[in-house]
C-alpha cells in the first residue's frame, strides 16, 4: 500500500491566480496521476505525471493550464493557472506501482475559485 | 478509450439488507481489470474489490462480492448485510494494463437506512 499525503487540503482562490497543489507518497512508485473531480461529478483523468520528463496529457487538459512536475519517485506537484470558477474542484494525485494493480488516492485538494 | 456506465444515480438499502450496484464498461481490450471503489463525505478514495477480467471467478471480500460477466461486459457489487458505514459514494473503474489509464464511471451514491 501507500500513503498519499495532499497539500493544500483546500483553498479559496481568486480569479486570475494560480495555485500549485503538492503530493508526497511515503515510498517510491512507478505511476503518478493527476484526477480531477467537480462537484458531484466523478473522477477525470488529468495527465499522468512522468518523472524526468513532460507529463502526459489527456485531450481536454494542456501544459499551460495544469503544468506538472514529478521531479523524483515519490512528489509531484500540479499547478492549477489563471484559475477561474470553472476550475472549482478536487483535484486528486494517485499512484500505483504495477500496471493492473490498484490506484491508491490521497484525499484530494478542494479549490474554490471566486 | 474505455467507458464506464453506472446507470443507478442513487440507491438505498436498509440496514441489514443487501443491495446490488450496477456497473457496465465498454472496451475494445482483451486484457483489462475492473475496481469499486468507495468515497465516503471525508474523500478518500477506499478500494472495495478488485477483478481480473481473464478471471472466471467472481471476487469477494468479505461483506462485499461481484457478479462478472465479461460477455455482457457486466460488473456489478453486492454488498451483503449492509451496515451505516457503507454509506458513500460508489465508482466503477476499468483499467488497461498496457496504459495504466483508468476511466470512472459517474458513480451510485447508496444511502443506508437504520
Known amino acids: 500500500s501507500a500513503v498519499i499525503s495532499q497539500k493544500p487540503s483546500r483553498d479559496i482562490c481568486q480569479r486570475g491566480t494560480s495555485l500549485t497543489i503538492q503530493c508526497q507518497v511515503d515510498?517510491?512508485?512507478?505511476?503518478m496521476f493527476w484526477y480531477r473531480q467537480q462537484p458531484g461529478q466523478s473522477l477525470t483523468l488529468i495527465a499522468t505525471?512522468?518523472?524526468?520528463?513532460?507529463?502526459?496529457?489527456e485531450s481536454g487538459f494542456v501544459i499551460d493550464k495544469f503544468p506538472i512536475s514529478r521531479p523524483n519517485l515519490t512528489f509531484s506537484t500540479l499547478t492549477v493557472s489563471n484559475m477561474s470558477p470553472e476550475d472549482s474542484s478536487i483535484y486528486l494525485c494517485?499512484?500505483?506501482?504495477?500496471?493492473?494493480?490498484?490506484?491508491?488516492f490521497g484525499e484530494g485538494s478542494r479549490l474554490t475559485v471566486l | 478509450a474505455q467507458t464506464v456506465t453506472q446507470s443507478q444515480p442513487e440507491m438505498s438499502v436498509q440496514e441489514a439488507e443487501t443491495v446490488t450496484l450496477s456497473c457496465t464498461y465498454d472496451?475494445?481490450?482483451?486484457?483489462?481489470?475492473l475496481f469499486w471503489y468507495k468515497q465516503p463525505p471525508s474523500r478518500q478514495m477506499i478500494l472495495v474489490i478488485r477483478?481480473?477480467?481473464?478471471?472466471?471467478q467472481n471476487a469477494t471480500e468479505n461483506r462485499f462480492s461481484v457478479n462478472f460477466q465479461k460477455a455482457a461486459k457486466s460488473f456489478s457489487l453486492k454488498i451483503s448485510d449492509s451496515q451505516l458505514g457503507d454509506a458513500a459514494m460508489y465508482f466503477c473503474?476499468?483499467?488497461?494494463?498496457?496504459?495504466?489509464?483508468?476511466?470512472f464511471g459517474a458513480g451510485t451514491r447508496l444511502t443506508v437506512k437504520p
Open positions: 477483478q481480473e477480467a481473464y478471471k472466471q
Open positions: 472496451t475494445s481490450e482483451s486484457d483489462y481489470y
Open positions: 515510498s517510491q512508485v512507478t505511476m
Open positions: 505525471a512522468n518523472q524526468g520528463s513532460e507529463a502526459t496529457y
Open positions: 473503474a476499468v483499467g488497461m494494463y498496457n496504459n495504466n489509464d483508468m476511466r
Open positions: 494517485s499512484v500505483t506501482s504495477r500496471a493492473g494493480g490498484e490506484l491508491f
